[in-house]
């Protein structure tokens, strides 16, 4: 079992910057691979970013490459999403989503571990 906990939203004006972490507590953190989805009210939840469990992978979104870096520090049990350059279709409620294998890690289905979300708005 894993607990994970997100942190970081807020409002900005878009162009701005945000770091969202994913703080885990319970097993090994680095037994697990970790990613970012993100979801609009009534919409599906969408891939964001992923990283393996070393932090030497990573993979993003088309709609974020670029403008957004995940990492890790294992030692802090924590997972960051720095976002830079906002837009307002960023607006969403960001979610942390953990598992062990970093394999179809686009598929939220896959993520047997969410963390409670946080918001993040950038307005126009």
């Known amino acids: 079992q894993v607990q994970l906990v997100e942190s970081g939203g807020g409002k900005v004006q878009a162009g701005g910057s945000l770091r969202l972490s994913c703080t885990a507590s319970?097993?090994?953190?680095?037994?697990?691979?970790v990613a970012w989805f993100r979801q609009v009210s009534g919409k599906e939840r969408d891939f964001v970013a992923a990283?393996?469990?070393?932090?030497?992978?990573?993979d993003y979104a088309d709609s974020v490459k670029g403008r957004f870096t995940i990492s890790r520090d294992n030692a802090k049990n924590t997972v960051y999403l720095q976002m830079s350059n906002l837009k307002p279709e960023d607006t969403a409620v960001y979610y942390c989503?953990?598992?062990?294998?970093?394999?179809?890690?686009?598929?939220?289905?896959?993520?047997?571990?969410w963390g409670q979300g946080t918001q993040v708005t950038a307005s126009s």
């Open positions: 989503a953990a598992k062990t294998l970093y394999t179809n890690y686009r598929v939220a289905r896959e993520y047997g571990y």
């Open positions: 319970g097993r090994t953190f680095s037994m697990y691979s």
């Open positions: 990283i393996s469990r070393s932090g030497s992978s990573t």
